[in-house]
């Protein structure tokens, strides 16, 4: 008996080891057969998640970010134990004892879905799993993907420090909201650092990674409150919160960005504007698409906040000006359905998704509105983001569009999207009445830098960025015009040329294959032999294009493409008029080179570019601190910075033209519209039919460069002009710039020796001359410099015209020149047009 009990016994015992043996084997050869061709989990250890890149100002502040998917990186020792407690509790309470698989946890899934037979089907994987199939792996349910995952997690736990794989995790996990990571979550909720958050914050955090679309902030508010009070609960259990720590936290509300009540971090960031685009632009080709969206880039701009509103405002003021003196009224080309205007909950949610400028503040911020009814004297309407009062009623008086030509029935139409903006009293602000605005359809740039180091510190590309992206400044190749001038007149003075020196402003007649060529000076007038001063003062174009003649427009190309305003410049004499297209970029940079006497700098809109460890993989500034890690200077001492610039011009050239410049800002084409408290120089520009409009200016510190002209060139009208259009934008930004900038007079070079001469004749006077018309001029050390002699670039006068004198009387007269000579200077005479570049 005993032997048959032992005998069965025995047999039930090997039937349990084979049977043991079996699934054992059975196991090994599933994990092994599974296990041959995983994705290695080593690359983890190496991992650097996507993260966000940023751009701040020159105050540090946040401009703005770029990102493909929003995370901002948390090193583990960075995230608070209690963020860490909300996730271990609501998703691997045993995180920290496993091996990477919680067999307890598997064996509860498996028996709830078998009790519930197949209803009740929920995952029972470890973090260190979640890690794998986010990293490795595809989302899916399948057995073979949990086999998998298993394996991967065994491996990582022997490689990877529990740490290590917390850190992954909490960077990685999507939580809702475009937000990666619990660092870009925290900000995105609550608008707080992880620091911050208190334990119904983390716990609110810890609840999303299940599904972040089920527990919406707003729309499922009472099913992420209960989610909430479970994980809270889980702390308590696991002893990460004490008794009256959970019951204060659990009655806490559930409160959010999305509830309103935080302000959103990215309310608080300024509007995306054409500076920090054109940087996301240049960067972009520079480190490539990929790390500059997930690199976790940290870029220091240039960007000076305060002149970036001035900036704005000065060249948007300008283009409304001009719009609406036309009085035609075009509208944003955007309506509301009738249907949508029945109610103030539909309009306002119509006007919503509308499509218009939001980013614009001139004078006041201007609102989109809709049309809501037509009155015999007022428009009725429905304004954006403001609430109506008895004291501010949403109407637009008739008279404040009495501007627009035409019936004022039929420009509007109910439905129609429109701007608005508040107008008020200048001394008490006091609300006057809405007032209607349209955003302009012709278009500019402007864009101002440090004449010594080339950091560009506001830049505007059109009135509105979100009306169009299109940066003017950057990317709109327009005909500079008379702009270009003094790079033919630099070219001239590097060639033995003074100011001087004596062309003669009279008719040219020039053979091309598309025609005869006849250039003109804007006055329709020529005034014979003149000096060089005048010539840029005035804009003359004949002395322009004898002067190109003279000095070969091969040498005027070389000039222009060495200070980066052309790539390469045909050798054309209508280009010496500012014909062929270039940007306001390059254009204002090159100006900067005639301002600091003459050095090359190169235009950035970045400082420093720094990776996400704080290594600097970009810095603009290449000088050399030749002290800085001397230990022993003296207090009394500064470091020495070496500079290694190079020299583009003579430094007495660069200090000729500017001279020349200031007398178009002080008598010029310039005068009437430029008047700063320190010196000033800059040319005007001016295209043929004026569809191009431009001002460069400069002082000691400050270079700033304007043009106005529609998209599709077409003429601005009769009348328009550089300095007219662009010289008040130029005012009125340099005026604020000067006012933190400073100013003092232009470098004098050593090398100059200064002479009086007669600005009207390029005669020499005595040292002791004084008048209107005396000037003391910089001529080169050690070259005695000759008067009296003209130049006339090899043209001869054509016989077809008739001559004018300068004060425009018909007859012909006989002047003496500044050598002593006669000449005759005619009447009036009959020109062709001019085919293309500047007029004045």
């Given at each position: ?48 998640p ?16 770029f ?16 963020v860490?407690?909300?996730f271990i ?18 064996a509860?899934?498996?028996y709830d ?21 986010n ?10 993907r ?5 394996i ?19 960077n ?16 995105t ?6 620091s ?11 609840s ?8 919406h ?5 009472e ?54 685009d ?15 969206f997930s ?42 359905a ?6 103030e ?5 119509a ?29 009725r309407?429905?304004i954006?983001?403001?609430t ?12 404040d ?85 003094p ?6 003075l ?6 001087a ?9 020039i ?8 250039p ?45 305003v ?14 062929q ?16 006497g ?38 009394n ?8 610039r ?5 430094a ?19 005068s ?7 010196p ?11 569809k ?5 200016g ?12 529609y ?11 550089g ?19 400073g ?12 002479i ?10 005595s040292?002791?001359?004084?008048g ?55 009447p ?13």
């Amino acid at each position: 008996m005993l032997r048959f009990i032992l005998s069965f016994f025995g047999g039930i015992f090997s039937v349990l080891t084979l049977g043991a043996m079996i699934i054992a084997l059975s196991l090994g050869a599933i994990f092994w057969i599974y296990g041959r061709d995983l994705p290695s989990h080593e690359s983890l250890a190496q991992y650097r998640p996507p993260t966000i890149s940023r751009i701040y100002s020159t105050e540090g502040r946040i401009i703005d970010e770029f990102a493909k998917e929003r995370r901002l990186f948390a090193p583990a020792e960075e995230i608070p134990d209690l963020v860490k407690q909300a996730f271990i509790s609501a998703e691997d309470k045993n995180f920290y004892e496993h091996q990477g698989y919680d067999l307890r946890g598997i064996a509860s899934a498996a028996y709830d879905a078998v009790r519930s037979r197949g209803r009740d089907v929920r995952g029972a994987s470890t973090i260190t799993q979640q890690v794998m199939k986010n990293f490795l792996l595809s989302g899916d349910r399948q057995l073979e993907r949990k086999i998998k995952e298993i394996i991967l997690a065994t491996r990582l736990e022997a490689t990877l420090t529990k740490e290590e794989i917390l850190e992954l995790y909490m960077n990685e996990i999507y939580l809702g909201q475009n937000s990666y990571g619990v660092a870009a979550a925290s900000q995105t909720y609550f608008n707080k650092p992880l620091s911050d958050l208190a334990p119904h914050e983390a716990a609110f955090l810890a609840s999303l990674p299940k599904a972040p679309s089920d527990y919406h902030p707003v729309r499922r508010k009472e099913r992420l409150t209960q989610r909430r009070d479970f994980v809270l609960k889980e702390m308590f259990e696991n002893g990460y919160l004490t008794d009256a720590v959970y019951k204060q936290e659990v009655a806490q509300p559930l409160r959010s960005v999305q509830n309103g009540d935080f302000e959103s971090f990215q309310a608080q960031l300024p509007p995306r504007d054409y500076f920090t685009d054109e940087i996301r632009r240049q960067l972009q080709d520079d480190f490539g698409e990929g790390e500059f969206f997930s690199g976790g880039l940290t870029i220091r701009a240039t960007l000076d906040p305060e002149m970036q509103v001035e900036a704005a405002e000065a060249l948007r003021q300008q283009l409304e000006q001009y719009d609406r003196g036309l009085g035609r009224w075009r509208g944003s080309g955007k309506k509301i359905a009738a249907d949508n205007l029945n109610s103030e909950e539909a309009w306002r949610a119509a006007l919503a998704d509308v499509r218009v400028a939001r980013d614009i503040d001139l004078e006041s911020v201007w609102h989109p509105a809709v049309v809501l009814g037509i009155e015999d004297q007022q428009l009725r309407l429905g304004i954006e983001g403001v609430t109506e009062t008895a004291e501010e009623p949403f109407v637009v008086p008739r008279n404040d569009i009495s501007w627009i030509k035409g019936n004022f029935f039929d420009n509007f139409e109910v439905g129609d999207v429109v701007h608005v903006r508040r107008m008020v009293e200048d001394g008490s602000g006091a609300f006057i009445r809405w007032t209607l605005r349209q955003v302009p359809q012709v278009q500019g740039g402007f864009m101002a830098m440090d004449v010594n180091t080339g950091r560009v510190l506001a830049m505007q590309g059109g009135f509105s960025y979100q009306h169009s992206v299109f940066n003017r400044a950057t990317q709109a190749k327009r005909q500079p015009g008379s702009s270009f001038k003094p790079f033919v007149y630099a070219s001239a003075l590097d060639s033995g040329y003074t100011p001087a020196t004596i062309i003669v402003d009279a008719p040219i007649e020039i053979n091309t294959p598309q025609g005869v060529w006849r250039p003109k000076n804007a006055s329709n007038q020529f005034y014979g032999p003149t000096p060089l001063r005048t010539g840029i003062e005035r804009s003359r174009n004949l002395m322009t294009v004898r002067l190109a003649q003279e000095v070969g427009m091969n040498v005027v190309a070389s000039y222009a493409e060495r200070f980066g305003v052309y790539d390469h410049l045909q050798h054309v004499l209508a280009n010496a008029l500012g014909s062929q297209e270039t940007t306001l970029f390059q254009m204002v940079a090159a100006y900067a080179m005639f301002a600091n006497g003459g050095e090359r700098v190169e235009p950035t809109l970045v400082d420093r570019v720094q990776d996400r460890y704080g290594e600097t993989l970009y810095r603009h500034d290449q000088r050399v601190c030749e002290d800085c890690a001397d230990p022993s200077i003296a207090a009394n001492r500064s470091p020495r910075i070496t500079s290694n610039r190079e020299r583009v011009m003579n430094a007495v050239t660069a200090y000729q033209l500017t001279s020349m410049m200031e007398g178009v800002v002080q008598r010029g084409t310039a005068s009437r519209v430029v008047n700063l408290s320190v010196p000033t120089a800059g040319k005007t520009g001016t295209t043929n039919d004026a569809k191009d409009v431009w001002f460069i200016g400069f002082t000691s510190n400050i270079v700033a460069g304007c043009y106005i002209g529609y998209d599709q060139p077409r003429s601005l009208g009769r009348g328009a002009s550089g300095g007219g259009f662009c010289g008040p934008v130029f005012q009125r930004f340099m005026t604020k710039a000067v006012e933190k900038y400073g100013g003092a007079a232009f470098k004098v070079p050593d090398a100059c020796q200064f002479i009086n001469i007669d600005r009207t004749t390029g005669a020499r006077l005595s040292d002791s001359a004084r008048g209107e018309n005396v000037v003391s001029e910089c001529f080169r050390q050690g070259e005695e410099p000759i008067f009296g002699i003209q130049f006339d670039g090899g043209f001869a006068m054509g016989s077809n015209f008739d001559l004018i004198s300068p004060t425009g009387g018909s007859a012909s007269r006989e002047v003496t020149t500044s050598t002593g000579k006669k000449a005759i200077v005619g009447p009036k005479a009959t020109f062709g047009s001019m085919s293309s570049g500047g007029l004045y």
